[in-house]
């Protein structure tokens, strides 16, 4: 397939980021202030040592606001930095730069005169992305580590539990729901929500799973995905119980995983997520063993860190053949020591060469989901925001640029940590276009 190609909230009503636009808004009848930032090519992709394009805008009221001097922070990877200042026009004002290496650019502009309070927006451009690499390498044994938790899992009898979800919770007549829980290695089982059509025939569906992003809650029912005529299973990113009060999960957040993000970061065997990954692996062991699978396709998707799972999931196992991630973490950790942007949850964010823990360093190269990016055999689905300062778009791409099976990214220059309604619209169609297309013919 052709290649296509920090969020954050401050202060009360007065400042909104999103999409590289900010504005303030005073109370009624009182100007309303924004500032825009945009790339000058639409795609926002530039040559190395290129020169990059900013266009500013300070609109009051929607209409452009002139001599009015803004301040602006140019970030980029390979720790580039550049300051100034800049005056607002009636059109656009300019903003110049240039990165002569792979990777992308945060501009940052401020007015801090701005009535009611300083406001800011961000814009994003790539630098040759499709050229993004990881400078530190993966683990020599990074298979050998993980053939051998899956030789140890092997010998772990799956003992699957199947509690039927009552009909009136699933209110959908062709659809059945059953709460699971298969045993697993790593402290926890795989729970979570399968659905399969009612009076479904062995060998005739095809496998769709979809992975959590990050946060403590249940799994969903995927009731909607089974109505397509699949064997689907929502996977809980924890291994706890679904369909709990809410004062459950919070519980839980608060308490035993408040700070699983980092959890065992000093050891790459109790780092939090070789636990996740396994639930992962073992998902699809238990969705094959399915007599109604068809034994020939397997989709797997989620965003967030549940992207990061869906690339973990069609890199561990060759049996996947379709992934979409969207946005997704838990790629290229050890990028922020390497001065450029890493990937969520920052193991290492603040950290250089000299300073990071050599033992963190060392633990997060074994669940670097770029790493199983390397080996997904799988036609894949990526997506990414310019101005995503949680998985950020130089994470996504060191992930996407290691897979060497048919693939697609989607980028959006205007998004944050947030997949755009027509990127998912889009990439939507793909993935039911893809299961249709590939369903065993039915026998008479």
């Known amino acids: 397939m052709k290649s296509v190609g ?24 009182k100007p309303a202030y924004q500032i825009q930032v945009r790339a000058e090519q639409e795609s926002a992709i530039y040559k190395k040592g290129e020169t990059v394009i900013f266009h500013i805008q300070l609109l009051e009221n929607k209409k452009p606001l002139a001599g009015k001097e803004l301040s602006y922070w140019v970030q980029g990877d390979g720790s580039f930095e550049k300051k100034g200042t800049v005056t607002s026009t009636d059109s656009v004002a300019v903003i110049e730069t240039s990165l ?12 801090n005169d701005a009535p009611g309070g300083k406001i800011s927006a961000v814009g994003g451009a790539g630098v040759d992305p499709l050229d993004l690499r990881a400078e530190t390498p993966e683990p020599d044994d990074f298979d050998a580590f993980w053939n051998a938790k899956k030789e140890e899992l092997a010998k772990l009898p799956m003992n699957p539990q199947l509690v039927p979800v009552p009909a009136e919770k699933v209110n959908h007549p062709a659809v059945q729901v059953f709460d699971i829980k298969i045993d697993c290695l790593g402290g926890k089982p795989v729970s979570g929500y399968l659905a399969k059509p009612v009076n479904a025939q062995p060998k005739s569906l095809p496998i769709v799973i979809s992975y959590h992003g990050a946060g403590v809650r ?32 919070k519980a839980l957040a ?25 639930r992962v692996i073992r998902s699809l062991q238990f969705m094959k063993s399915l007599p109604e699978w068809d034994g020939k396709t397997i989709a797997v998707k989620g965003g967030s860190q549940g992207g990061g799972q869906a690339l973990v999931a069609a890199g561990s196992d060759p049996a996947v053949t379709f992934c979409v991630a969207h946005v997704p973490a838990i790629c290229y950790p050890t990028g922020d020591i390497e001065g450029n942007f890493g ?22 190269l074994y669940i670097d989901a770029a790493h199983f ?10 997506s990414t925001g310019f101005i995503d300062y949680t ?25 944050t940590h947030a997949v755009p309604p027509k990127t998912s619209e889009i990439t939507n ?12 013919p039915k026998t008479e």
């Open 343 to 364: 990937g969520w949850p920052g193991f290492l964010r603040g950290k250089t060469k000299e300073t990071a823990n050599p033992a963190v360093v060392k633990a997060v």
């Open 100 to 111: 002569n290496r792979p990777g992308f650019l945060k501009c940052t502009v401020q007015w």
């Open 391 to 415: 998985c950020s778009p130089t994470s996504v791409y060191v992930a996407y640029n290691n897979i060497t099976a048919p693939k697609q990214i989607f980028p959006s220059p205007e998004s």
């Open 218 to 249: 249940s799994a969903g029912m995927p009731i909607n995905d089974a109505a397509h005529g699949v064997l689907a299973l929502d996977v809980n990113a924890h291994g706890i119980e679904n369909g709990q009060p809410e004062e459950f999960y």
């Open 254 to 278: 608060d308490g035993e995983l408040k700070n699983y993000r980092t959890a065992g970061s000093e050891n790459g065997e109790n780092i939090y997520f070789v636990g996740m990954f396994l």
């Open 6 to 29: 920090r969020c954050w909230c401050v202060g009360f009503s007065v400042l909104v980021l999103f999409f590289g636009i900010a504005s303030a808004f005073s109370q009624e009848n």
């Open 429 to 440: 169609k793909l993935f039911w276009d893809y299961i249709e297309r590939n369903r065993v």
């Open 373 to 382: 990016a390397r080996r997904i055999k799988a036609e894949s689905i990526l």
